[in-house]
């Protein structure tokens, strides 16, 4: 089974300053990692995936994630944050060959103060 | 990427009652799936609908109380039946296989 764990519900971060959300990551295999931003009363939008190659994936919005096997992780982060950053960030995983659903985290909500 | 409508984008509905929710795509998709997202809580996926078969349920989702229907590669529909106020929620379609791409979401409210 795959699963993904974001351990922290709220992330708190001043304007300007650097983000980091965190996931971590059980699956079988080589996982396919993505991350999604969810902003109120708003549908997903997709932000980056890790399916091979560089560990380090640029996605929309000035967003990176590093991808770690040996940590099992795939954190988000960005070199400065704004207030327009503030919303609810979810990890998702697929298996490879196990279909193309996600499995999702709970989710983390970023706060950026002015 | 795709664009993605759902209709409607909210409803109010009273215990007992079933509401179909339509997901139509700007493109022909393979892949569709239907998620649900309760109340502050992440996604959980419900059912993947492929045209020309019959949708494949995740544990916990049964055919009668969540028919979809899948009658083309651009539409699909799902209906939420004899609703409880636990089945208040937001559904979302999505499409797509490496990367998948969501509705906007319905927000159904059960009385």
């Known amino acids: 089974a795959q699963s993904v764990a974001q351990p922290e519900d709220q992330v708190n971060v001043a304007e300007g300053n650097p983000l980091t959300v965190k996931c971590t990551y059980s699956v079988s295999g080589n996982p396919y990692l993505f991350w999604y931003v969810q902003y109120p009363n708003r549908g997903l939008q997709f932000l980056l995936k890790?399916?091979?190659?560089?560990?380090l994936v640029k996605g929309s919005y000035g967003f990176e994630a590093e991808f770690n096997k040996s940590q099992t992780s795939f954190h988000l982060k960005k070199p400065s944050a704004l207030v327009s950053d503030s919303a609810l960030y979810f990890c998702?995983?697929?298996?490879?060959?196990?279909?193309?659903?996600?499995?999702f985290g709970k989710g983390t909500s970023l706060l950026v103060t002015p | 990427s795709a664009v993605i409508s759902q209709k409607p984008s909210r409803d109010i509905c009273q215990r007992g009652t079933s509401l179909t929710i339509q997901c139509q795509v700007d493109?022909?998709?393979?892949?569709m799936f239907w998620y649900r997202q309760q109340p502050g809580q992440s996604l959980t996926l419900i059912a993947t609908a492929n045209q020309g078969s019959e949708a494949t349920y995740e544990s916990g989702f049964v055919i009668d109380k969540f028919p979809i229907s899948r009658p083309n590669l651009t539409f699909s529909t799902l209906t939420v039946s004899n609703m409880s106020p636990e089945d208040s929620s937001i559904y979302l379609c999505?499409?797509?296989?490496?990367?998948?791409?969501f509705g906007p979401g319905t927000r159904l409210t059960v009385l």
């Open positions: 999505s499409v797509g296989d490496y990367e998948q791409f």
């Open positions: 998702a995983v697929r298996a490879p060959r196990s279909g193309y659903a996600l499995n």
């Open positions: 493109s022909q998709v393979t892949m």
């Open positions: 890790y399916i091979t190659g560089d560990n």
